[in-house]
């Protein structure tokens, strides 16, 4: 349903995507792996028309580029940044409301929903988004992707600086929505959830995709680990 | 003496909430855009030639809705078909914009009107005298003033805090980003701040402009003002000026009724000076002649000992 090719991307006048080819199918978790500073964020902004994209991003047969964000994300797309980026000032309730399109949702995921799989978020319901812990901000920002309805999600490096048990939690959150039917592009550089729960997995270097496989592929070949991946 | 402490702070009221006016708007839309906007004052001087011409045909209380909603238009077009295509040049090209809007809105404002001030006058039905303490009358029009900015007041916040737009601008001050990427369309929440902010500019003018005098100079006076409350205030947050308005307006109007001076204050203290003591003028020189620098001296400070102002999140 996603189809980007040849993607290039720019900050400045450094290149920063050099034709990045990749694909995500409908109901599929795909991640795309790769050491900080290869593009890995960058992607995810293009796809979602936040830094502007050369080449082509293809939604459901839409071309996406040269498409305003807000455009996008009606057309059924999702998006967690890796830097949360919860609204302070407001609480989590509120973060939740802003995350549907328009103020009477009838998407698939209510509010409720969202307290169902974090009951922490209803403990927090009231308290303003900004002194949520960090795992607390990483549920929220999630559900308040989902809260928009969205048929795919990128979820950027959702593990990050958080502690085993929350990392567990994120990655049955992303089981349990993919089994709800939404395709998942998660982001990481820790390969142990992306492996376990991704059908597929992309391998990125230097702003392009130096790998594409499953995850046994990806295990059994050491070379790619070893030059792409490990530190 | 406790006469003149009464008569500032209502003075001062009704003078920091008209500051109240014209600066929630810009330290709004300098928060949401990160462009300070330099021709705000400008759009308070066309409120108020505005409301001059169409009271000339209709009277003032037309004018007072009229006039507030024509400036919020011309917000909107400055910000959909200028500010928004100079923004890719990044924020010196749009401060030269707003910069540039200045003069010609100051020639338009020459062309049309002339370089003298016009008759633009209080109402009848307001020309009159509300109350009078300690033997001075209070005019009905400066009531009027205070009850405009504070119903002003009321509505900003109810709609910043309790409606769903409110909560997208709030929002936007800190992500704008992240809106956008949750469907919400945040250059037209733009274009709609921008068109409120120069429409409270708008009505600033048009309830401020047959007060004082609606003349071509009328925004540089005002102008500077707005600026130094909302870096006082600290930009971006519309509680800080709130306050930092009030602050000013009532340092502002005290200050021009004290005949103090350094001298008196050393006086105090026993130390006589005379008329010949070396830089004499300068220890005899009344607070209230220096009273229209105060605002620029408490900019100065502020901007050394707390650089984001009284409540900002930002250093500026």
């Not at chain 2, 007072?64 to 924020?91: D, K, N, S």
């Not at chain 2, 009531?143 to 409110?166: A, C, D, H, I």
């Amino acid at each position: 349903m996603l189809e980007v090719k040849d993607l290039h991307a720019y900050y400045g006048k450094s290149h920063i995507l050099q034709g990045v080819d990749m694909h995500v199918g409908k109901g599929e978790i795909v991640s795309l792996l790769g050491r900080n500073g290869v593009g890995r964020s960058t992607t995810c902004k293009a796809i979602m028309g936040l830094v502007p994209p050369i080449g082509s991003v293809r939604y459901n047969g839409v071309e996406l580029a040269g498409k305003e964000p807000h455009q996008i994300a009606r057309l059924g797309l999702g998006y967690v940044p890796e830097d949360r980026q919860v609204f302070p000032g407001l609480t989590t309730r509120q973060n939740l409301e802003l995350g549907m399109k328009s103020a009477r949702s009838n998407g698939r995921w209510t509010i409720e929903d969202a307290y169902e799989l974090f009951p922490r978020l209803k403990e927090r319901a009231d308290t303003p988004a900004e002194v949520l812990s960090g795992g607390e901000q990483q549920m929220l920002s999630m559900c308040r992707t989902l809260m928009g309805d969205p048929e795919l999600i990128i979820v950027d490096e959702p593990t990050e600086g958080l502690a085993p048990m929350i990392v567990e939690q994120v990655g049955r959150f992303l089981l349990e929505i993919a089994q709800r039917g939404v395709s998942i592009l998660l982001v990481e550089q820790k390969l142990t959830i992306a492996l376990r729960i991704s059908q597929r997995v992309y391998v990125m270097g230097h702003g392009k995709i130096v790998f594409e496989g499953t995850p046994a592929e990806l295990q059994a070949n050491a070379q790619v680990r070893k030059e792409w991946l490990e530190v | 003496m406790f006469e003149l402490f009464v008569f500032s702070i209502i003075n001062g009221l009704v003078y920091g909430m008209l500051l109240f006016m014209l600066s929630s708007g810009l330290t709004l839309i300098f928060s949401m855009m990160g462009v300070l906007n330099f021709a705000h004052a400008s759009f308070y001087m066309l409120g108020a030639y505005a409301a001059y011409q169409i009271s000339v045909y209709v009277g003032f209380w037309p004018a007072l809705i009229i006039a507030p909603l024509i400036i919020a238009f011309l917000g909107a077009l400055t910000e959909r078909y200028g500010l928004r295509h100079v923004h890719q040049y990044g924020h010196v090209a749009e401060l030269l914009f707003t910069f540039g809007l200045v003069y010609v809105i100051d020639e338009i404002v020459h062309l049309i009107w002339g370089r003298l001030p016009v008759d633009y006058r209080i109402p009848p039905s307001l020309d009159f005298s509300l109350f009078t303490l300690f033997g001075a009358s209070f005019p009905a029009y400066r009531g009027f003033m205070l009850l405009v900015s504070v119903v002003m007041f009321v509505v900003l916040y109810l709609v910043l805090t309790k409606t769903r737009v409110g909560m997208i601008v709030r929002a936007s001050l800190s992500h704008p980003d992240m809106v956008r990427a949750l469907g919400h369309n945040v250059p037209m929440v733009f274009t709609m701040v921008f068109a409120l902010g120069t429409g409270l500019a708008g009505l600033a003018g048009v309830i401020a402009g047959n007060y004082f005098i609606t003349e071509p100079g009328m925004a540089w006076a005002m102008g500077p003002i707005v600026f130094v409350v909302v870096v006082f205030g600290g930009l971006g947050s519309i509680v800080g000026a709130l306050w930092a308005s009030l602050i000013i307006g009532i340092i502002q109007t005290a200050a021009v009724a004290m005949p103090y001076s350094l001298a008196d204050l050393f006086a105090v203290f026993g130390l006589q000076l005379t008329r010949d003591a070396p830089l004499a003028d300068f220890w005899f020189l009344e607070l209230a002649r220096i009273a229209p620098i105060l605002p620029y001296l408490l900019l100065v400070l502020i901007l050394v000992f707390r650089p984001r102002g009284l409540m900002g999140t930002r250093e500026t």
